[in-house]
């Protein structure tokens, strides 16, 4: 499975808010791939062939999943994620991509309606409150966050392996 590493310029130029982020952008990358290389080792998530992954800052959130008509995958992540939030939320994105690939989860526009309208497992899930509480019980948030079990022994070997290359800062 294929992916690709990017993030925004405003990262690397270290413009504003970002100056602080600016040298900590390569030990994120390598985290992500890390994280990346894991899930692909062990087979734990089936996700989108040449998925994007892009670390920016976003607000209010750790991460977002986008998939568009053409199956192009793409996951944005919070630069400000802290490593173990980070680890979590790639495999939560990650698992969103599997069910958008297997067709659990759809989206469809319906044209009399004039709205998108959500298939989960082939049933229509069409009450979607703003409320935070309803959006986490939606049947594909469920899932994902079940992925996120995986976490704390991908963190466990990242700082095994960050300590064998003695950068490991106490
Ligand atoms: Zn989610």
New binding site residues.
């Given amino acids: 499975m294929n992916y690709t590493i990017t993030h925004s310029t405003s990262i690397v130029n270290g413009v504003g808010n970002y100056k602080k982020y600016k040298n900590g952008i390569a030990d994120r990358v390598k985290l992500i791939h890390f994280t990346m290389n894991y899930i692909i080792k062990h087979n734990l998530i089936d996700f989108c062939d040449n998925i994007n992954i892009h670390v920016k800052p976003i607000k209010k959130f750790y991460?977002?999943?986008y998939h568009d008509i053409h199956d192009r995958a793409r996951v944005e992540l919070n630069v400000r994620n802290a490593t173990s939030t980070m680890i979590r939320t790639i495999l939560?994105?990650l698992?969103?991509s599997e069910q958008y690939k297997q067709d659990r989860l759809k989206v469809i526009y319906d044209y009399k309606r004039k709205s998108w309208i959500d298939f989960w497992e082939g049933n229509e899930v069409s009450d979607r409150s703003k409320k935070y509480e309803d959006?986490r019980n939606?049947p594909?948030?469920i899932d994902?966050?079940t992925t996120e079990k995986y976490a704390p022994q991908i963190l466990a070997e990242y700082i095994v392996e960050i300590s064998k290359n003695k950068e490991l800062v106490i």
């Fill in positions: 991460g977002l999943y939560h994105e698992k969103h959006y939606l594909w948030e994902a966050r």
